[in-house]
């Protein structure tokens, strides 16, 4: 069997990406080559694992490699995040798990995409809850973030420390056992446990209601569901919200609020005209 075997597509995507490096740009000389981009014990030098072990991948031999392993040949190789993705599923059947990082906002692409949305309130907001773009539906129905200091705009403080949000809300016990058990998810599945450790404390320290539902220990998952508000300007108002993924940001995810009807829709646009006139 060929060692670039579309049965070895590890080895295959291996090959592929080394050969797309320049060799010079990771002082590696040494004149003419035989073929492009780096050599195959260049890439283990980098790695700092075995030339036999990093051949015997490429060949298809030796078995699975470790995640340690994985994650070595990566930065080896300078793979992007979704090039990293990619070599742990064909390489061990899974994607990596997520390296957190503290989000520094979105491009205007996908601010774009929430202007988009006229009359549906959105919002953008990483795995530990802190919001970081919206809209104008947003700012009308939820929360004015941009008056909010950055380290203010965190779901979780709005819902526990703020009277008017938690006013808002029909069965605000209900919606704040809801959001930290999703918190908590979050947090996990995003590698922060230990980043978001200081933020439960004061947390706790703030609320008793925040430190009585963190000790039930619920993790729940946020999908989809059914939001109901009491707006001091739009009155009673109801919602269907919907979260999804941001392709190639696994440090963000996105939440639309669809107005449940259209008189809902109605009044938030026309208080939204108005605001404009």
């Given at each position: 069997m060929s060692e670039t075997s579309s049965e070895n597509l590890l080895g295959t995507y291996l090959k592929d990406r080394r050969t797309r490096l320049d060799a010079t740009a990771f002082g590696f000389g040494g004149g003419r080559r035989r073929t492009p981009g780096l050599r195959r014990e260049e890439v283990a030098q980098r790695a700092n694992i075995s030339p036999t072990w990093y051949t015997w991948l490429e060949q298809g031999r030796g078995g699975a490699p470790s995640a340690d392993v994985l994650d070595r040949i990566a930065r080896a190789l300078m793979l992007t995040d979704v090039e990293r993705e990619h070599l742990f599923l064909i390489g061990l059947g899974r994607p990596?798990?997520?390296?957190?990082?503290?989000?520094?906002?979105?491009?205007?692409?996908?601010?774009?995409?929430?202007?988009?949305?006229?009359?549906?309130?959105?919002?953008?907001?990483?795995?530990?809850?802190?919001?970081?773009?919206?809209?104008?539906?947003?700012?009308?129905?939820?929360?004015?973030?941009?008056?909010?200091?950055?380290?203010?705009?965190?779901?979780?403080?709005?819902?526990?420390?703020?009277?008017?949000?938690?006013?808002?809300?029909?069965?605000?016990?209900?919606?704040?056992?809801?959001?930290?058990?999703?918190?908590?998810?979050?947090?996990?599945?995003?590698?922060?446990?230990?980043?978001?450790?200081?933020?439960?404390?004061?947390?706790?320290?703030?609320?008793?209601?925040?430190?009585?539902?963190?000790?039930?220990?619920?993790?729940?998952?946020?999908?989809?569901?059914v939001k109901h508000l009491r707006h001091p300007v739009l009155g009673p108002i109801s919602f269907e919200y919907s979260a999804f993924a941001v392709d190639g940001r696994p440090d963000l995810g996105m939440v639309v609020y669809n107005p449940a009807t259209p008189d809902d829709a109605a009044r938030i646009k026309a208080v939204l005209a108005k605001q404009s006139d």
């Open positions: 990596p798990e997520i390296r957190y990082q503290a989000s520094e906002g979105v491009s205007p692409r996908l601010q774009r995409v929430l202007d988009a949305l006229e009359t549906s309130p959105a919002i953008i907001r990483t795995l530990i809850w802190d919001v970081v773009a919206w809209n104008r539906a947003a700012t009308l129905v939820l929360t004015d973030y941009a008056k909010l200091p950055p380290e203010q705009r965190n779901i979780l403080r709005l819902i526990f420390s703020v009277p008017r949000v938690r006013a808002a809300q029909y069965d605000w016990e209900s919606v704040a056992r809801f959001v930290v058990a999703a918190f908590r998810a979050d947090a996990a599945r995003a590698g922060a446990v230990s980043h978001v450790a200081d933020f439960v404390d004061e947390m706790c320290g703030l609320s008793p209601d925040f430190a009585r539902l963190w000790r039930d220990n619920d993790v729940r998952s946020y999908g989809e569901g």
